[in-house]
């Protein structure tokens, strides 16, 4: 069985930080490519960041990651391949940045991250974790 589970969200004031988790069980994820999006009240989903599987691809590809225009340079994704988890670490966050954020993992292995906003290709979506902003 393959999940996906998020963890880490919550209700931060303007200025604070949040460490997302994207925790998986039933497969390595380090063979996957695996994004975050986000979803904010009344808006279509989005993506966020995505990083490259560490395995089965050219070695120029392995662990890269990737960001919108909107996200580059404010969040950061990464890789524990102790812990199966993958990270996504926002600080100074903004009233805007109010969604539920979402990871996934792409469908086949040894991918990396072309066409990930809109989200295309993935699979294993966990539930989601709240992310409020107060100003």
């Known amino acids: 069985q393959v999940q996906l589970v998020e963890s880490g969200g919550g209700l931060v004031q303007a200025g604070g930080s949040l460490r997302l988790s994207c925790a998986a069980s039933g497969f390595d994820l380090g063979y996957y490519g695996i994004g975050w999006f986000r979803q904010a009240p009344g808006k279509e989903r989005e993506g966020v960041a995505c990083i490259a599987s560490s395995d089965g691809i050219i070695e120029s590809e392995k662990g890269r990651t990737y960001y919108t225009d909107a996200a580059k340079g404010r969040f950061t994704i990464s890789r524990d391949k102790v812990k199966n988890t993958v990270y996504l670490q926002r600080d100074s966050l903004k009233p805007e940045d109010t969604a539920v954020y979402l990871c996934?993992?792409?469908?086949?292995?040894?991918?990396?991250?072309?066409?990930?906003?809109?989200?295309?290709?993935?699979?294993?979506w966990g539930q989601g974790t709240q992310v409020t902003v107060s100003s």
């Open positions: 996934a993992a792409r469908r086949e292995p040894g991918t990396s991250c072309d066409y990930f906003d809109p989200p295309t290709d993935f699979v294993s």
